[in-house]
């Protein structure tokens, strides 16, 4: 099992920036992908961004141009940089991890108000 720990979240004006980090543990085999959703009240989760361990990604075509993710693979770590945060922004977002099965992890909550 992978255990996943995201910390960077929390009250951001708009049009500020954020660095979310995600640390994994608990797995001694590498993570074929890893990445962030992200889930605002009354909505469904969505997808951020995700990141293989080749180093491709994908994004969410809404959000290209304004998050950035990247990952440290010797030190099982996945970063999603946020800039021009919007308040539709707002929303808790989770780090997963896929190897054979997705784990999941506890979430952050990024707030975007004045």
């Known amino acids: 099992q992978v255990q996943l720990v995201e910390s960077g979240g929390g009250l951001v004006q708009p049009g500020g920036s954020l660095r979310l980090s995600c640390a994994a543990s608990?797995?001694?085999?590498?993570?074929?992908?890893m990445g962030w959703y992200r889930q605002a009240p009354g909505k469904q989760r969505e997808l951020v961004a995700t990141?293989?361990?080749?180093?491709?990604?994908n994004y969410a075509d809404s959000l290209k141009g304004r998050f950035t993710i990247s990952r440290e693979n010797a030190k099982n770590m996945v970063y999603l940089q946020m800039s021009s945060l919007k308040p539709e922004d707002t929303a808790v977002y989770y780090c997963?991890?896929?190897?054979?099965?997705?784990?999941w992890g506890q979430g952050t909550q990024v707030t975007v108000s004045s």
């Open positions: 997963y991890a896929f190897k054979l099965t997705t784990c």
């Open positions: 990141i293989n361990n080749y180093g491709g990604t």
């Open positions: 608990g797995s001694g085999a590498s993570i074929r992908t």
